[in-house]
C-alpha cells in the first residue's frame, strides 16, 4: 500500500496576490516541501543523497488548479509516490482547503542522477519499501503528456540568474521557470485570468549567473487562453510549458465568500 504523508501550511502575506490568493508559484513551493519532508520521514536524507553525489532532478510537472485559497487560509497537502521505474518516481500531490475541498493537483516525474557523471542512476530497493511501491511491477505507469511547440513570439523577457534563484542543488529552482514566464504575461491578461493547468517539461539545468530568455504566444479558445512558453539559454530551449487562463469573474468570486 502506497505510503502518503500530509503537512499543513498558511498562505501568507508572501505567497498572496494583489487579489489575495495564493501564487502558483506558492503551491509549488509547498508542494516540494511537503515531499522533501516525507523523503526525511522515510530515512532519505537530502543530506545522505549529497553526500553520495546524488540528487534527484525533475523532468515534467503537471498541475491543475480548481480553486484558488486565500490570503491566510491553511492548506492540507497529501502527498505520495505513484510509481517507481528504475530510474524515475511519480509523485502525486493533493491539496485541500480548510473546507476539505480538492483545490490543487500536481504530479512530477524525478531522475534520480549521479551529479559527478551527470547520468541517471538505478532507483535502490529500500525506495520501493519506504514508499509501498511493488519492486515487480512498480506501480502505475506514467502518464506522458505533450507541450504543443511556439509557433510565434508574442511575448519576451530576459533574465539572468541572480544567486537568489539557485537552489540547494546549485541550479535554478525549478518554481523559478513559472515565475519567468508569468513575467511575459500582459498584465490585462494577469489581472483577468487565472492559471487552471500547467505542464512542464524541463530539458538543461540552468547554473547561476546564466542569461535566460523566456517567450510566450498566447491562443484564444472561447473565452479562455492558452500561453505557450519556452526557455531558452544562449539559444537552446531549456524548458518548455504550456499554461491554460480561465477567466475571471469578480461577481462570482464575491458570491463564494
Known sequence: MKKKYEKKYEVTYRDADARQECHLTSYMDFMADCGMSQENNLGFSFFDLIDNNQTWVLYDYNINVYKYAKYRDVLKIVTYVDSIKKFYAVRNFKVYNDKNELIVEGKTVAFLIDTIKRKTIMIPQ??????????????VSRTKFKISKLENIDYEKNFNVRYIDIDINSHVGNVKYVSWIMETMPIDIIKNYRV?????????????????????????EEENLIAIHQILKDGEVVAFLESNWTKYNVNLEINKR
Do not use: C, F, N, W
Open 126 to 139: 529500500e525506495y520501493y519499501e519506504a514508499y509501498g511501491v511493488d519492486i515487480k511491477t512498480g506501480g
Open 196 to 220: 487552471s493547468h500547467l505542464k512542464i517539461k524541463y530539458e538543461i539545468e540552468i547554473p547561476y549567473g546564466s542569461d535566460v530568455k523566456a517567450q510566450t504566444e498566447i491562443r484564444q
